[in-house]
């Protein structure tokens, strides 16, 4: 792979980053001048992004749940562009949804989890010894209001995005003073690839509840993580900011 290492320019990796709103950060932070590396499970879905976001965009097909295709992914970002600055948690899975505890599958449930929560944890361990080498960094998972409020019909997905945040809390207070934020993000409901597959029920369900009354876009997604990980962005770690149309207050 043919890449222009610009040694000022920040290093991005975006879990996820072949769709949705990962694509929709890494079109962003391309434009302010970032290098991105996407790592996303979809190889068709990471060579359309490399020709639209062009070089220098590394990809690497990985499942996120898999730790030793993560660290290697990592060591091949590192060894290219000789450092990483921000990693992004973006790629999750909702479970089959609409359906009550009970009725939950024990396997789906697990594979949610070793996607959404231990995804974000093998990114972490890999890329946090690069950081603290630097003095800085900055780390951002994707929770959800579900993780905050529970959406009924989504135990897996809502489980999973409240040990998200429960994880940042923890991490926030670890890495502070070492240069490194971690920060989540939870989000209402922002229209994307994601509820091709849910019910529509579910997605008005969702979608009633926000005061707004509308679905956030992805534009309005990518803005606020533009800041999160900024170095502009240096008193706030441990937290985790609403994008939620006035859903949750708090
Ligand atoms: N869209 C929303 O309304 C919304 C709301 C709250 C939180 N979120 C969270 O934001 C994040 C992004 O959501 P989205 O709407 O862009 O989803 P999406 O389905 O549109 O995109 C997710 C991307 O992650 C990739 N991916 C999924 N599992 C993977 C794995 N195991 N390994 C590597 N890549 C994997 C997919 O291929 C896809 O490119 C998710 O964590 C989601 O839970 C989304």
Redesign the pocket.
């Known amino acids: 792979m043919n890449i222009t290492n610009t040694p000022t320019s920040p290093v991005a990796i975006i879990?996820?980053?072949?769709?949705?709103?990962?694509?929709a950060i890494a079109e962003r932070l391309v434009r302010k001048g970032a290098r991105v590396a996407l790592?996303?499970?979809?190889e068709e879905?990471l060579q359309k992004a490399q020709r639209e976001l062009g070089e220098p965009t590394f990809v690497a097909k990985?499942?996120?749940?898999d730790r030793t295709a993560v660290g290697l992914a990592v060591e091949a970002v590192a060894e290219a562009f000789g450092r990483i600055n921000i990693l992004i948690n973006?790629?999750?899975?909702?479970g089959y949804t609409n359906i009550k505890s009970h009725e939950v599958d024990l396997e789906d449930f697990n594979r949610v989890m070793r996607?959404?929560v231990n995804?974000c944890l093998n990114t972490f361990q890999a890329v946090v010894p690069h950081m603290l080498r630097q003095e800085y960094g900055r780390v951002l998972h994707?929770?959800?209001?579900?993780g905050k409020e529970g959406n009924a019909g989504m135990l897996a997905?809502s489980t999973s995005?409240a040990a998200v945040i429960g994880m940042t809390k923890v991490q926030g207070k670890e890495y502070a003073g070492t240069g490194i934020t971690v920060n989540a993000i939870?989000?209402?409901?922002?229209?994307?690839?994601?509820?091709t597959i849910m019910p529509e029920a579910q997605i008005k369900y969702m979608t009633d509840k926000i005061p707004m009354k509308r679905?956030?876009t992805k534009d309005e997604v990518a803005a606020i993580v533009e800041f999160i990980v900024s170095p502009e962005a240096s008193f706030t770690t441990g937290f985790t900011f609403d994008l939620s149309g006035g859903r949750a207050t708090y």
């Open positions: 879990t996820g980053g072949a769709g949705g709103l990962g694509f790592f996303d499970f979809n879905a990985v499942d996120v749940a973006c790629a999750g899975i909702t996607v959404n995804g994707f929770a959800s209001i579900s997905y995005k939870a989000p209402a409901v922002i229209l994307t690839e994601i509820h679905c956030g």
